[in-house]
């Protein structure tokens, strides 16, 4: 019963999602007259397709084999964090949880957006529907989530291990939300663009979920990063794999976008870049959700790998993308643009921000599809990997970090100051600090080396635009730019100290032995076996010493038995200067253990700056809800 | 396509280290003696593929495949072989697919290219937007 409802809310949303395009289009009156009908139904569609969702989890919880989503990933024996995240852990219910995002984001916007003219309102919401009429025939179509599996099987297959974790539980949540808060700020540069009404409203109707998605990608993604780290047990964190750049580019799209939105909204220039980069950041990320879920690409998270309904969502591609762009290059003529303004302003620093990020997002995308294409057109199959985006988009990140060190400071339109002494505290320790590596570790590489130097560089940088004023009278929004750009300068500490510093030991050993890894001594003390609620393990016992300090670290190999997989579980040690991080792999045919030993000197830094940046954004959001509940004032919204 | 799936399904299905029960090649989990050939060594590896995994390299993979292959890479760079000779050698063999570093030929030009021409278009398409100095 519970699949059949889910269906049938699902099947209704679709209809109700038909009939919001409808009335958005002008069938049944005008639509301006017709917005408060809008706004039910979309409120409406949003509702059912909550219900679906809930639906689905609610099969999975109770573990109904009958169903056949169920059966394939899921099993009676697993812990209930994992039946529950499990919804999610598959295609089908992947999909739904996106289409979920994307109804709800439609209620939202119907039930709380009051800045739009109506007009524009319901052409928004129009285009809305329209996203998300072709993703319900997807799903009804091509991905059917609810159907039922007769007989049905006495148990599940089982959900990957690599998957149970409690990091699965809330990586695609978070990054789902991100990715589909985008659709709005898309069907609202759309209905901008269809009314010929492009300006600072639309801007500040679309900033708060620019901010939001962007809190929430930030965050999908560190947490996916750190996930990674810990999980896959080989101490990397990013592996400019096609899924992590999947993640990665809608990413790029939304902080260029955040930062000419807030041009749009402050100054009204901008106008036709932003609703390019607004169509841009959804348009990443439906090819992300293509490449994911298409299994288009080999890679290490290609749990779904269905070809036929690739080209379903390549189809779905072609048309919003290719439909988004025709509309903005007939439109384009009419965006009138705001005023001119100097090179070196706020407004040329924001330019500036908006290429190198649109650069390197044209860089990760080249990449990413290169082998495709090449494989495409000359059957050659080649590789695209972190070689080449490290030499390519790292010179460029790091030009973007420089700028970050002045830009925040300049003054709108023209600032003729001069601009040394604003960047004097940051040189001098940026300084100090290249001085320190050069002397203290001659042989790191450069990139590690700039990375260290840049970063801190900005830390002082960062939080200069709260020097000279009032704290208690600094706007929100100014305290979280400072934030999220001091998280970007302790994050690249991070990525450079991991890179410049790590020590790696590999070794085989025997209980009893020694092994020195960086400034700690690892002494392999037993080995024991030990069982979970579904699975076994080896346990290997590891004291580590550094001076008087002690910790002992228990890293596992666990075996689950259904679907039967070996794990490895890195034990993990954190202290304020960085992780210590052992694993245990197999024997030899000698008896001895293989062990991996990692000394990773402030690689937390990393996750810790992305949390910084996600909570930057996050006080930004706060500041402007407060914002727009007092009357404005004249000249208010300049966003420092 | 059906090849990759059914790559993955023996991944899922199996124990993804397990190939077989022979013992791993020496070298395959044992650094070299010598941290300068290491350190040589372990750049290789990070820019070889896994054949038989998904997205991953020889450096991050518990495959057998990828411990054959870092226990060669560490052999030849041991006997003297500088680290773009056992790539060529590799690539000789297995194809371009196996390393991550694309080589810069006709066909990738435009992928090396891309990062110029893409600062280009993107100076082209906002060079109206700033007013000179007076």
Known sequence: ?640 | MKYRALILLLMMAGPARADSDLPPARYANEQLADPRQEKAAKALMEELRCLVCQGQSIADSDAEMAGDMRALVRQRIAAGERPDEVRDWLVQRYGDWVSYRPPVEPMTWPLWAAPILLIAAGAYLLRHRFRRRD
Request: hydrophobic share 55%; aromatic share 10%.
């Open chain 1, 1 to 640: 019963m519970i699949a059949e409802a889910g269906l049938a809310s699902l099947w209704l949303a679709a209809a109700l999602a038909a009939l919001q395009l409808g009335l958005a289009a002008g069938l049944g009156g005008t639509p301006g007259r017709q917005l408060s009908s809008i706004r039910a139904v979309a409120i409406g569609q949003g509702i059912l397709t909550v219900l679906a969702f809930a639906s689905l989890v609610l099969l999975f919880l109770r573990s109904d084999m009958s169903v056949l989503l169920v059966a394939e990933n899921s099993h009676s024996q697993k812990p209930w964090l994992y039946k529950f995240s499990g919804t999610w852990g598959n295609h089908e219910g992947s999909m739904l949880l996106w289409v979920m995002v994307l109804a709800l984001a439609g209620a939202i916007l119907a039930l709380f957006e009051r800045r739009l003219d109506r007009r524009t309102l319901g052409a928004t919401l129009g285009a809305q529907a329209m996203l998300a009429l072709g993703f319900f025939a997807f799903l009804l179509f091509a991905s059917n989530p609810f159907e039922r599996l007769s007989p049905a099987p006495v148990d599940g297959r089982g959900l990957n291990p690599l998957l149970q974790d409690p990091g699965l539980a809330f990586h695609p949540p978070t990054l789902y939300l991100g990715y589909v808060g985008l659709s709005v700020a898309f069907s609202i540069a759309v209905g901008g663009l269809v009314r010929r009404n492009v300006g600072p409203a639309i801007a500040r109707a679309m900033r708060p979920w620019v901010l939001a998605a962007w809190v929430m990608l930030t965050l999908g993604i560190t947490a996916g990063s750190y996930w990674a780290y810990y999980e896959l047990g080989w101490g990397g964190w990013w592996f400019w794999d096609p899924v992590e750049n999947a993640s990665l580019m809608p990413w790029l799209a939304a902080t260029a976008l955040l930062h000419s939105v807030n041009v749009l909204a402050a100054r009204g220039g901008l106008r036709a870049w932003t609703m390019m980069l607004a169509l841009v950041a959804f348009s990443m990320s439906m090819v992300g959700t293509f490449l994911v879920r298409s299994g288009i690409l080999t890679s290490v998270h290609s749990f779904a790998v269905d070809p036929t309904r690739g080209s379903f969502i390549l189809a779905l591609l072609t048309i919003y993308i290719g439909g988004a762009l025709t509309l903005f290059a007939f439109r384009i003529a009419t965006v009138k643009e705001g005023a001119p303004f100097e090179p070196v302003s706020r407004e040329g620093g924001l330019v500036a921000n908006n290429l190198l990020l649109s650069v390197i997002l044209g860089i990760v995308f080249v990449g990413t599809l290169y082998p495709l294409l090449a494989e495409a057109l000359s059957g050659e199959k080649l590789s695209v990997g972190p070689p080449y985006f490290d030499a390519v988009a790292s010179p460029l990140a790091l030009l973007l970090a420089a700028l970050m060190v002045i830009a925040p400071q300049l003054r709108w339109r023209r600032d003729a100051a001069p601009v040394l002494p604003r960047i004097a505290p940051g040189l001098v320790v940026g300084s100090g600090v290249l001085m320190a590596t050069i002397v203290l570790a001659p042989g790191i590489g450069l990139l590690p080396r700039l990375g260290l130097t840049l970063g801190a560089t900005l830390v002082p940088a960062s939080l200069q635009p709260l020097l000279n004023r009032s704290l208690r009278r600094t706007p929100l929004a100014v305290w979280g730019m400072c934030l999220a750009h001091l998280g970007v300068a302790v994050s690249m500490i991070g990525m450079a100290s991991d890179s410049a510093f790590t020590r790696e030991r590999l070794a085989a050993a025997r209980p009893g032995d020694k092994i020195e890894v960086g400034p700690w001594l690892v002494e392999f003390r037993d080995i024991t076996p030990v069982a979970g609620p579904n699975w076994t393990a080896l346990e290997a016992e590891l004291r580590a010493s550094r001076g008087s300090g002690v910790v002992v670290l228990n890293p596992q190999s666990r075996f689950f038995a259904e679907p039967p997989t070996t794990t490895n579980e890195a034990a993990i040690d954190t202290s304020w200067n960085g992780q210590i991080y052992a694993v245990l792999g197999e024997q030899d045919g000698e008896g001895r253990w293989q062990l991996r030993l990692w000394w990773k000197p402030f690689v937390t830094l990393i996750w810790f700056g992305g949390c910084l940046i996600a909570l930057g954004g996050a006080l930004a959001l706060i500041g402007r809800f407060f914002r727009e509940r007092r009357p404005r004032r004249r000249g208010e919204d300049a966003f420092a």
